[in-house]
């Protein structure tokens, strides 16, 4: 048994979430950790809302509201959005909290301490029609280096390249479109070149990757410069050093702080849990043998997978693990960890591309976008769960059609594995009444190769979950489905009217059972909610695929009460084909998928121009 960290994105916190957001970060994360904890590993899966820096200030600004105001407001819509996804969250909790708070100033102390951030002055963009500051976010100019028109002031988004404001071609601002003033300010900044030896070492020891991501992440090594990490806001986690903690003018930047959620979520777990020290064996190295390692070359027996979207990937393949080896002492300056010990470095980063929609980018502002919640209103959730885990963006970038969102629900869903539960169990209920034994002829070959079949799928299905293949993965848990379902088309059990070939009936309507239920097992990391419906109808008690609760909690530490997703996952089927027992009573079942109207696509269609 391994320690898994499924650490995923978190989502920002000025407006609902919409399905291209879930289809990068959400569900491949929930595949993997429900997988996870089905084959006996420890699973922690964290997250939260992300809620500090600019864009919460300004459209707190706009709305005539404070920032923690927008915050709390969109915090409860996220949470009630990934609950109705049936994303198993050990704790989803948000960045506005004590916990975090602490634990985003102890790794500033620690790196501080160990000199890998250091004061700079450098050039700040102010607005001249405000005078205030212009966060670099906000200001948009063509990039330096390649050229892209639309890069920002911290990023380019074509080349991945990071950029400081200053360095734009013909700087403006996003807010109104001036050209910003630039003035001297002084900030702290991460000394990223310090650490890019321990960095490229850490990525040369990574195998398995999707290969973009490997590539992307080792060319940024070749041009890192030291990195600001704080920013003139008033909105944010303050500075925790003397002359500093009770300015209200300087805070530390939200890049810098979201990332930490991940280590403090973790914490607020554990501590949640009654065991505050518990987080450590998911984020503390060990050389093995239960002492301290380097945290760049040992994964011991904790393991941290990181999933978002490829804008993402620099924060999490470079930023991040800078953070964390700058904090545990490692680098060109050397240093001591903190009172949080030597920290993991990521053991993948799992990055999907991005999702569009119709042919075009989404994009709230120009009403290209089904939000998550409005989706689940009028669809069911397995149903975009399948479309994201079939047809979503895990290796390159994918359209959302409605079309093919039907194709996917009506055909597979519906008529393949839908069709499949529905007449074993029709068949069985209407001529046994429950789950029949196997006739005293036994098996012949092809009930055996059917079982043989479905067997097999454990090991090919799970090691494609565990390596991040999850199209391949549920294609394979597909190909199962349509061999059961050509099985009973060519055995033909309707067709034994005879009492002399009831058992040979009933052989055959317990072989397609017993594949009903290991194809459930199968896809139940897929489709949690249908998976828990075909466990109950094929007569199981209990939990079969664990579900995340909202749960009202107080602050730990100062605060205000706040919403979180959690759950016990402790229950639930295992990674194995479970034999049947015979003699369970069955009854006619209800389908367990819907089968849509086609008129749905011009419906969405004419939501999307209206």
């Known amino acids: ?299 011991g027996d904790a393991q941290a997978y990181y999933f978002m979207g490829k804008d993402n990937i620099v924060f999490h393949s470079v930023i991040w693990p800078a953070l964390l080896a700058g904090y545990s002492g490692e680098g060109s300056r050397d240093g001591e960890p903190g009172q949080l010990g030597r920290l993991n470095l990521p053991t993948e980063v799992v990055s999907s591309e991005f999702l569009t929609m119709e042919g075009r980018k989404f994009s709230s502002s120009r009403r290209v976008v089904i939000y998550v919640r409005d989706f689940l209103q009028r669809y069911d959730a397995d149903a975009l769960r399948y479309f994201i885990a079939v047809a979503g963006p895990e290796n390159n970038d994918t359209d959302f059609t409605w079309a093919e969102f039907l194709r996917r629900n009506n055909d597979e869903l519906v008529a393949g594995w839908g069709n499949l539960v529905n007449r074993s169990i029709s068949m069985a209920a209407k001529n046994f009444g429950e789950i029949p034994p196997i006739g005293p002829d036994g098996l012949t070959e092809a009930d055996q190769a059917l079982l043989a079949v479905a067997r097999a799928g454990f090991d090919t299905v799970g090691d494609l979950i565990a390596r991040h293949r999850q199209k391949q993965a549920i294609g394979e848990a597909m190909k199962v489905v349509a061999e059961a379902n050509k099985y009973l088309s060519e055995q033909a059990p309707w067709k034994l009217k005879d009492a002399a070939d009831k058992p040979r009936m009933g052989t055959i309507l317990h072989v397609a059972l017993q594949v009903v239920s290991d194809a459930n097992t199968l896809l139940t990391p ?28 107080t602050d730990l530490d100062v605060g205000p009460a706040y919403p979180v997703l959690t759950g016990d996952y402790t229950q639930g089927t295992r990674w194995e084909s479970v034999p049947l027992a015979v003699g369970r009573a069955l009854a006619a079942p209800k389908p367990v998928f819907r089968k849509l109207d086609p008129s749905i696509v011009d419906e969405e269609l004419a939501r999307l121009e209206s």
């Open 1 to 299: 048994m391994s320690h898994v960290l499924a650490a995923v994105a978190w989502p920002y916190a000025n407006g609902p979430r919409h399905i291209g957001h879930v289809s990068g970060f959400g569900v491949p994360s929930d595949v993997f950790a429900r997988y996870m904890r089905m084959a006996g590993h420890d699973v922690l899966m964290v997250s939260g809302t992300d809620e500090h820096g600019t864009p919460i200030q300004v459209q707190a600004d706009a709305e005539g509201l404070k920032p923690r105001e927008l915050a709390d407001r969109y915090n409860r819509v996220i949470v009630e959005d990934l609950h109705g996804l049936g994303l198993s969250y050990d704790l989803f909790t948000r960045t506005t909290t004590g916990n975090h708070y602490a634990v985003v100033q102890e790794l500033f102390e620690g790196m501080y301490r160990n000199g890998y951030i250091v004061p700079k002055t450098t050039m700040g963009a102010i607005s001249p029609s405000t005078g205030r500051t212009l966060p670099d976010r906000y200001i948009e100019g063509t990039c330096p280096i390649c050229g892209y028109d639309s890069a920002r002031g911290d990023q380019c988004d074509n080349c991945g390249n990071q950029l400081d404001p200053i360095d734009l071609i013909n700087p403006r601002s996003k807010i109104n479109g001036e050209t910003p003033e630039f003035v001297e300010t002084e900030h702290f900044f991460l000394d990223l070149p310090a650490l890019a030896d321990v960095l490229r070492q850490w990525l040369d020891t990574r195998e398995g990757w999707r290969p973009n991501v490997l590539r992307f992440s080792r060319n940024l090594l070749d041009d890192l410069h030291p990195r600001a990490i704080t920013r003139d806001l008033e909105w944010g986690v303050p500075i925790p050093l003397d002359g500093w903690r009770e300015r209200t003018d300087k805070r530390i930047y939200v890049w810098f702080d979201a990332v930490i959620g991940y280590l403090s979520a973790s914490i607020e777990w554990a501590r949640r849990t009654g065991d505050p020290e518990a987080w450590r064996r998911y984020w503390n190295v060990t050389d093995g043998a239960g002492g301290a390692a380097s945290a760049s070359d040992a994964d």
């Open 526 to 553: 897929f489709l949690p909610h249908s998976a828990q419906k075909i466990h109950e109808l094929l007569g199981g008690t209990g939990v079969h695929a664990p579900m995340p609760v909202i749960e009202e909690v």
